[in-house]
């Protein structure tokens, strides 16, 4: 039984990291027979330029008849002119509405092999292992009404809408729960139940969920509060619950705490566990095309692939453990080095997890 | 010509900071010959349990007819529990609302004195000089409509609306402007540009605004990529502008990156330019009523009240200047306590900087 996957390079160094991790996803099939079969289409500004859109529709019924799509990364200076409605970063938002990807998993990480990386002390972040479980497909990102209008006085005011309804809120609760009976079995879920009533029934209903898993151990706090959190005491946390924007906001303060974002890999799944993985960093289109980027965030996203929609957690173990071992070795990237590595390329970086294999 | 100041000490260590700060403003009125008046109301629970809503409306026509009102901190265990149509912040929301003041000035400043509080490396903080311009009476934090509803389907759904029209981004970019142009003349612009229509305006409006300040250098950036830079290299920053939920969580990092937030006063300013004084910091019920509070940020918003309010620079001066000679002394509350330096109470700390002017 094949398993297909559809590759999604976009732009920037996207195409330059996910080479590298279909170079290790061809690796692991061959080793553990997963019979994967890869198909690549175009997203972001790259399928602007053929396409005249950022994500077309063939792309994303080849994305829906998929087992899980990996991408790179979309957007650039080159589209940053174009009209909003056309913009890469739209491609993104379309395909994960689409499929429904509500859910998204951002582990911040720190690598012991990095640990100097982090702009915060090395007490405080030494050994950090957070899960950021961000609602993706609601919120303010997709309520309506939203738009530009003009008002009776002559000015114009911009306008969204943040609206959960209870179902959106319990799905994402309900994975956020499941994730920290796996792990250390606590979930901080973070509203602004002080102010805003959307959500207030946000933490209504996460603390409803909260009866059937009486084994976890559920905290509130505020988005200002946890922001700070984060970076006073990160290692208080477990596992994190949020909306769609303070996710944004909180999943990339937590991944700048580790000072490796080039490390970090991210999922987002719908209902039948079919995903979208994908680097948490962008498209980094000043060093575009160089060879120079670090492909291990995607790499890693691949192994979470391989683990959440495919269901092969031993194979995903050993793409990570190959990781580890590269680290180990010393090698790294530009963004990652240090005194004493070895520098390498993102080819190079790539031959090395394969050769850990 | 005297001066009137409405003194809110509100609920938890409110009081005890509050009558710190006064007792230095008394120090510098009699120096500097400032014809201050005080009058005390209150606010948050303190209110509810008296007049049985968070601000009552002869508080509040108090406060608009004042010179400036000085503010301790609202909230507490205690009123949790109570619909929220009537929790303290509730009153803190409507005299910033009321009193049109729209404008939050929120700095983060690392004290070299206590460079070691900060959770960042030293070499990412020493000197760190942050202006965070926060939008304060609009945004989704006052958008209509708003609460929550029964949907057809019988499930319910919380909504709120994040709405900026023109004039109001105006004036806070224009604030924001203002400000740099009197310190390093850098603003950087916080929005979420690529997916909120509204903050779509905002970008549109500040970066017209910044035709009328070509000495300063305008910068954009969206909310993620900010909450990512201001851990990972704080100090690119000179003044950061933003709305109403962003500038909550942006401002909070930012104070968090000091490691001091006990040290940091905000203002709250309306077009007459008079305005609401606070620390950063909130109630912490945990301590209060023990003496042990740090009065230092209350009593540097009071020289902020000075500053701008009042247009009493000079005793403005005298007191942080006083401030800082008493952290020079190695006078630390509990809060900012390291060894080597001696511990004291609130009011020995009041007391400190009274000896100090
Ligand atoms: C590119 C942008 C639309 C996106 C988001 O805001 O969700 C990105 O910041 C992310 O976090 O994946
Ligand atoms: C108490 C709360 C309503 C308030 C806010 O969100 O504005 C506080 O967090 C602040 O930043 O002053």
Request: aromatic fraction near 6%; glycine fraction near 10%.
């Amino acid at each position: 039984m094949s398993k297909k996957i559809v590759l999604l390079p976009g732009d920037g160094i996207g195409p330059e990291i996910v080479a590298e991790a279909v170079k290790v996803l061809e690796v692991v099939d061959k080793k553990h027979k997963l019979g994967l079969k890869f198909e690549e289409e175009l997203i972001g500004g790259s399928a602007i330029d053929v396409h005249g859109v950022p994500l077309a529709s063939s792309t994303l019924e080849k994305c829906q008849a998929a087992d899980a799509v990996l991408m790179g990364s979309v957007g650039g200076p080159k589209w940053d002119t174009l009209d909003s409605s056309i913009r890469p970063e739209k491609g993104l938002l379309k395909i994960r509405y689409e499929m429904g990807l509500f859910g998204n998993l951002r582990p911040a990480i720190l690598y012991p092999q990095l640990a100097d990386a982090s702009s915060l002390k090395p007490e405080l972040v030494a050994g950090l292992d957070i899960l950021i479980v961000r609602e993706l497909t609601g919120g303010i990102y997709f309520g309506e009404p939203r738009g530009i209008r003009l008002l009776d006085n002559g000015e114009r005011q911009g306008y969204n809408t943040y609206v959960y309804a209870e179902h959106e809120i319990e799905r994402i609760g309900r994975m956020a729960f499941e994730m920290a009976m796996k792990r250390n079995k606590k979930v901080c879920s973070v509203d602004k139940a002080n102010v805003l009533e959307a959500t207030v029934l946000w933490r209504e209903v996460v603390q409803s969920l909260s009866r059937e898993y009486p084994e976890v151990e559920l905290s509130h706090m505020y988005v200002d509060n946890a922001a700070m959190q984060l970076v006073r005491q990160p290692k208080q946390f477990d596992v994190i619950v949020t909306g769609n924007m303070f996710g944004d906001i909180l999943s990339d303060t937590a991944a700048m705490l580790t000072g490796s974002i080039g490390m970090l890999p991210s999922a987002s799944l719908n209902k039948d566990k079919r995903g979208l993985y994908e680097p948490v960093h962008g498209s980094a289109p000043d060093i575009a095309g160089q060879g120079i980027a670090n492909p291990l965030a995607t790499i890693l996203s691949a192994a979470m692939m391989l683990r959440y929609s495919l269901d092969q957690g031993e194979a995903a173990d050993a793409i990570e453990a190959a990781v580890g071992k590269v680290l180990d070795d010393g090698y790294r990237s530009a963004d990652i080095f240090s005194e004493g590595c070895t520098k390498v390329s993102t080819k190079e970086m790539g031959d090395a997890v394969v050769a850990a294999i």
